[in-house]
């Protein structure tokens, strides 16, 4: 199975809080959590609540869940996260590529960032963009998160640390195994 690596990069803030650099990693996990379970159908029977903001609140298998694998706090702060590819096959990770674009104050290399997501898109298959904007507005609709994916984006704006850059990459199995990296 191969496995989707992102490398996020922030902005640079002189001796950040604590709460300035763990924020913004919780509210993206929240984001890839909030779209696989609107897109993957292991998932289609989850009912969203007040326990989704919960840090146990949502029911992700271990093999859905985000892994950090490398987190280097310099100047700028990078986190490099490995995703099951279930994420990109069902569609969840073109929804979160299209959120973060939705972030006003999130500057991204987006030339760099179309270009490697059309790369991911002829390897795992994606959906057309038109047939995809759509279902994902389905789904937010049929799954009554509309509110939900608000309250994500505002999180994300509000965070001190700013995403600078995202990069994405196929990642092989054999390099990487859940419970040891």
Do not use: C
């Not at 690596?5 to 002189?14: C, G, Y």
């Not at 990078?78 to 569609?91: F, K, Q, R």
């Not at 608000?150 to 995202?166: V, Y």
């Amino acid at each position: 199975m191969k496995y989707l690596k992102v490398k996020l990069t922030f902005t640079s803030i002189e001796k950040p809080y604590l709460l300035d650099i763990s924020s913004p990693f919780f509210d993206f996990e929240l984001l890839h959590d909030f779209f696989l379970i609107v897109y993957a159908d292991d998932y289609k029977y989850y009912k969203f609540n007040n326990y989704f903001w919960y840090r146990k609140g949502r029911p992700i298998k271990d093999e859905h869940r985000i892994k950090a694998i490398r987190i280097v706090k310099e100047s700028p702060l990078t986190v490099e996260l490995i995703m099951s590819t279930i994420v990109g096959l069902s569609g969840a990770f073109w929804a979160i590529v299209q959120a973060i674009e939705k972030i006003n104050n999130w500057r991204l290399n987006r030339e760099k960032l179309k270009l490697e997501v059309e790369k991911l898109k002829n390897k795992i298959k994606f959906y057309e963009e038109e047939k995809a904007k759509i279902e994902f507005e389905q789904k937010l609709l049929e799954r009554e998160a509309w509110n939900i994916f608000d309250s994500l984006l505002r999180r994300l704006e509000a965070n001190a640390l700013k995403l600078k850059d995202m990069e994405i990459f196929g990642y092989d199995e054999s390099k990487f195994s859940y419970g040891q990296e």
